[in-house]
């Protein structure tokens, strides 16, 4: 099977029936299961499992829960909830009644990357594999469209789209704030490319808005660029039923600013962790925050909090969210104790050691694969685009194109501060010069803005329901100085305190 799938087959022939679960190479699709010794439930959605078994929702798995304000979501196999487990990407699952479930790994992208010739051999095999990984997704009898950024991953794909001779539609979401809005970027490129493009609109959410999302968040997650995305897949599938994404090029080809942010830290890693802590610190009080979305001392402060961490996190430093002094603030001491032992970071570790050498942009690359990628970024396109009845197509993450990346040396990939070599010279001659050489923007939302607009009745209301705070077992007046301090615009906490508004949220089940 070449692309996505999660599929169950039941063989009742024996004298004991057998179940296998499977899930598709790189998690573009979910699969949810809970096993006791008589039955195995499972499902695409969490909340399929919930509706067949309340029960299995009663408890709060607190390392979960931990995770989830961490990092904004919920790294596998765990969900919030201790008797719900996420199949892993690249594994199937066996079960027999009477015996304990198992799951095996049968795919995982290369870990040691191999010589495969010229710097421009490798643009032309990677070209050649991503023309075909597009067209066999055009396969269509329903409408069929491209989402477009401006960036170059979605641009190639809409580019090798074409090239099958048919006029393609593509779609873009115009975000208010300048320095979220991308829109122009993607109207230069479908311009380029002669697309027949549509451009949406996105205004600052209301509860109505909140309530269409909110079913198909019940295994939650915090990115904020899941509004936008839900907003673009229902626009979108107005007039398309099937779309092409250029998800995936990041963590294939180091698009992100996390691996730059990562070679310009190595150095300063030398510096007690003590110091660090106390520079962040002392900067976090005395710089106040921009409403822009990047920016010098955005972007300073991001670094600094990051290089605060510990050494071993590498790059997945900039994806931490609630360090260990926030912890100790926001955590009541039963819970802080309870999970003293325990290593939140334990799956970006991990994942970060299975890669078999040592070159920290190649470790970062797989741990993004194996972690960030199909638990933020594709659970996140699916959740929205299925709550929409769209299906979204991932041409970078045909598993051939993956393992062909995962061979490139990673000065293919990065030279210096230069993200996305390899890529780009594959683009040479199908886009625009500035396309190419642009740097990456980011889809986000300015959640940071409308926390205190028109998010903020809703985080007033979560901030008075003591239930609330009682039942994640965490501290009411530390959220409320959180709240304060962002309102007045002193520290940027938008990062800690939208994940607890949406747990909040949905466990009221509407606003």
Same mark, same amino acid.
């Given at each position: 099977?070449?692309?996505?799938?999660?599929?169950?087959?039941?063989?009742?022939?024996?004298?004991?029936?057998?179940?296998?679960?499977?899930?598709?190479?790189?998690?573009?699709?979910?699969?949810?299961?809970?096993?006791?010794?008589?039955?195995?439930?499972?499902?695409?959605?969490?909340?399929?499992?919930?509706?067949?078994?309340?029960?299995?929702?009663?408890?709060?798995?607190?390392?979960?829960?931990?995770?989830?304000?961490?990092?904004?979501?919920?790294?596998?196999?765990?969900?919030?909830?201790?008797?719900?487990?996420?199949?892993?990407?690249?594994?199937?699952?066996?079960?027999?009644?009477?015996?304990?479930?198992?799951?095996?790994?049968?795919?995982?992208?290369?870990?040691?990357?191999?010589?495969?010739?010229?710097?421009?051999?490798?643009?032309?095999?990677?070209?050649?594999?991503?023309?075909?990984?597009?067209?066999?997704?055009?396969?269509?009898?329903?409408?069929?469209? =491209?989402? %477009? +950024? &401006?960036?170059?991953?979605?641009? /190639?794909? *809409?580019?090798?789209?074409?090239?099958?001779?048919? !006029?393609?539609?593509?779609?873009?979401?115009?975000?208010?704030?300048?320095?979220?809005?991308?829109?122009?970027?993607?109207?230069?490129?479908?311009?380029?490319?002669?697309?027949?493009?549509?451009?949406?609109?996105?205004?600052?959410?209301?509860?109505?808005?909140?309530?269409?999302?909110?079913?198909?968040?019940?295994?939650?997650?915090?990115?904020?660029?899941?509004?936008?995305?839900?907003?673009?897949?229902?626009?979108?599938?107005?007039?398309?039923? =099937?779309? %092409? +994404? &250029?998800?995936?090029?990041?963590? /294939?080809? *180091?698009?992100?600013?996390?691996?730059?942010?990562? !070679?310009?830290?190595?150095?300063?890693?030398?510096?007690?962790?003590?110091?660090?802590?106390?520079?962040?610190?002392?900067?976090?009080?005395?710089?106040?925050?921009?409403?822009?979305?990047?920016?010098?001392?955005?972007?300073?402060?991001?670094?600094?909090?990051?290089?605060?961490?510990?050494?071993?996190?590498?790059?997945?430093?900039?994806?931490?969210?609630?360090?260990?002094?926030?912890?100790?603030?926001?955590?009541?001491?039963?819970?802080?104790?309870?999970?003293?032992?325990?290593?939140?970071?334990?799956? /970006?570790?991990?994942?970060?050691?299975?890669?078999?050498?040592?070159?920290?942009?190649?470790?970062?690359?797989?741990?993004?694969?194996?972690?960030?990628?199909?638990?933020?970024?594709?659970?996140?396109?699916?959740?929205?685009?299925?709550?929409?009845?769209?299906?979204?197509?991932?041409?970078?993450?045909?598993?051939?194109?993956?393992?062909?990346?995962?061979?490139?040396?990673?000065?293919?990939?990065?030279?210096?501060?230069?993200?996305?070599?390899?890529?780009?010279?594959?683009?040479?001659?199908?886009?625009?010069?500035?396309?190419?050489?642009?740097?990456?923007?980011?889809?986000?939302?300015?959640?940071?803005?409308?926390?205190?607009?028109?998010?903020?009745?809703?985080?007033?209301?979560?901030?008075?329901?003591?239930?609330?705070?009682?039942?994640?077992?965490?501290?009411?007046?530390?959220?409320?100085?959180?709240?304060?301090?962002?309102?007045?615009?002193?520290?940027?906490?938008?990062?800690?305190?939208?994940?607890?508004?949406?747990?909040?949220?949905?466990?009221?089940?509407?606003?």
């Amino acid at each position: 099977l070449n692309g996505m799938f999660a599929l169950a087959i039941l063989d009742e022939r024996g004298a004991s029936p057998f179940l296998l679960l499977a899930r598709d190479r790189v998690g573009i699709k979910p699969l949810y299961y809970a096993a006791a010794k008589d039955r195995v439930l499972f499902g695409s959605e969490l909340s399929a499992l919930l509706s067949f078994d309340p029960s299995l929702g009663k408890e709060i798995d607190s390392v979960a829960l931990d995770q989830y304000l961490t990092l904004e979501f919920v790294p596998a196999p765990r969900t919030l909830y201790p008797g719900i487990r996420k199949l892993e990407p690249g594994h199937f699952l066996t079960f027999w009644p009477g015996e304990e479930v198992r799951s095996n790994r049968y795919w995982e992208a290369p870990r040691e990357p191999v010589s495969t010739g010229s710097f421009d051999s490798m643009a032309g095999d990677l070209r050649s594999l991503l023309e075909d990984a597009v067209t066999k997704r055009l396969v269509s009898d329903v409408p069929l469209g =491209v989402f %477009l +950024s &401006g960036g170059v991953d979605s641009a /190639l794909v *809409a580019a090798m789209a074409l090239r099958g001779g048919s !006029r393609i539609r593509t779609f873009s979401l115009k975000l208010p704030g300048s320095s979220y809005d991308e829109s122009e970027f993607a109207a230069d490129v479908a311009r380029h490319l002669g697309t027949d493009h549509c451009e949406l609109s996105m205004d600052e959410p209301g509860p109505e808005f909140l309530n269409e999302i909110l079913p198909s968040l019940s295994d939650p997650i915090a990115d904020t660029s899941i509004l936008p995305t839900y907003l673009l897949c229902r626009e979108a599938r107005k007039h398309i039923t =099937v779309a %092409l +994404s &250029g998800d995936g090029g990041d963590e /294939l080809f *180091a698009g992100y600013d996390t691996y730059r942010a990562d !070679r310009v830290a190595r150095p300063l890693t030398l510096l007690p962790r003590s110091l660090r802590r106390g520079l962040f610190q002392m900067v976090e009080q005395g710089v106040r925050p921009t409403g822009g979305k990047k920016g010098a001392r955005n972007s300073l402060l991001r670094f600094l909090e990051g290089l605060s961490l510990p050494n071993e996190l590498g790059h997945l430093r900039w994806m931490v969210y609630l360090s260990e002094q926030r912890r100790k603030e926001l955590y009541r001491s039963d819970l802080f104790e309870e999970l003293e032992d325990t290593d939140t970071w334990a799956p /970006l570790s991990s994942s970060l050691a299975r890669a078999r050498h040592n070159d920290p942009l190649d470790r970062a690359l797989m741990a993004d694969l194996n972690i960030f990628l199909p638990d933020d970024i594709l659970a996140k396109v699916d959740r929205v685009s299925m709550a929409c009845s769209l299906e979204v197509r991932v041409p970078f993450l045909d598993h051939r194109l993956v393992e062909l990346a995962s061979r490139f040396p990673s000065s293919a990939k990065m030279q210096g501060l230069k993200t996305k070599r390899v890529l780009r010279k594959a683009s040479e001659g199908l886009l625009p010069s500035s396309t190419i050489n642009r740097k990456k923007q980011g889809f986000s939302s300015p959640v940071k803005i409308w926390l205190n607009q028109a998010l903020r009745p809703l985080l007033d209301d979560m901030l008075e329901d003591a239930p609330f705070f009682d039942r994640l077992r965490i501290q009411q007046q530390t959220l409320r100085d959180w709240a304060r301090e962002h309102q007045e615009e002193r520290i940027n906490h938008a990062h800690r305190l939208w994940p607890l508004l949406l747990l909040h949220l949905l466990g009221r089940g509407s606003i």
